[in-house]
């Protein structure tokens, strides 16, 4: 089945310890994205990439940077987390430009800070 | 300031009967609306989305209903089953700024549904 792949689901790191999170996709979508929900919170998008064009939302950290080498996947990097970095991490990839408008989301990878 | 809201963090209705999920919106640009569905360490998954240019769209049990005068959506669950307990999340989505390209969504903190048997 065509899907949206995180690693790992599960991550702890120590504060300020560099990590980098995972998502690969078989959906060939041109659009992926990166969102931090906190418990209790809605899904805040943090950057996307429209094909291999970056867009970083106005209100997302430095500390956050993303990565897509090829169009299957896509890394967010945490350069020094805080301890207010801790939350699940959702990517998301769409098809923009034909069909249905939904993004399809993988299962997140829970971060944790020691 | 939240552009999308859901007002009731959780709501229990008894199996086989509906369930009514409330969503407000402040942004008049929004103009394709949806809702997720998210079980316990799973991700969301799409369930059914509306267009801006109708009112209601309908999918087996669950309908979703928009009022764009009053910025309200609804989805309606008929009946509701044990295994719709989930949390739903309200979307709302706009062309982005660079001709259309960056189709971007906004989210409400969800509302979890609890169906007793």
């Known amino acids: 089945d065509a899907m949206v792949i995180q690693n790992p689901r599960y991550q702890v790191t120590q504060f300020g310890k560099p990590v980098t999170l995972s998502c690969s996709q078989t959906l060939n979508h041109n659009v992926m994205y990166w969102y931090q929900q906190k418990s209790s919170q809605a899904p805040k998008l943090l950057f996307h990439?429209?094909?291999?064009?970056?867009?970083n939302e106005a209100d997302t950290p430095d500390n956050f940077q993303s990565r897509r080498p090829n169009t299957s996947f896509c890394f967010l990097d945490i350069r020094s987390p805080g301890l207010g970095d801790a939350a699940m991490y959702l990517c998301a990839t769409s098809r923009v430009g034909t069909g249905p408008r939904t993004q399809h989301f993988g299962d997140g990878t829970r971060l944790s800070i020691l | 300031d939240q552009q999308v809201k859901q007002n009731s963090p959780s709501l229990s209705v008894q199996e086989g009967r509906i369930s009514i999920l409330n969503c407000d919106y402040t942004n008049s640009m929004f103009d394709y609306f949806l809702w997720y569905k998210k079980y316990p360490a799973e991700g969301p998954t799409f369930l059914i989305s509306?267009?801006?240019?109708?009112d209601k769209n309908e999918d087996g049990r669950f309908t979703v209903f928009l009022n764009k005068s009053a910025k309200h959506l609804s989805l309606h669950i008929v009946p509701s089953q044990p295994g719709d307990s989930a949390v739903y999340f309200c979307a709302a989505e706009m062309a982005g700024n660079s001709g259309g390209s960056n189709y971007k969504l906004t989210f409400g903190k969800g509302t979890l549904l609890t169906v007793n048997p």
């Open positions: 509306i267009s801006s240019i109708k």
């Open positions: 990439y429209y094909d291999k064009d970056f867009n």
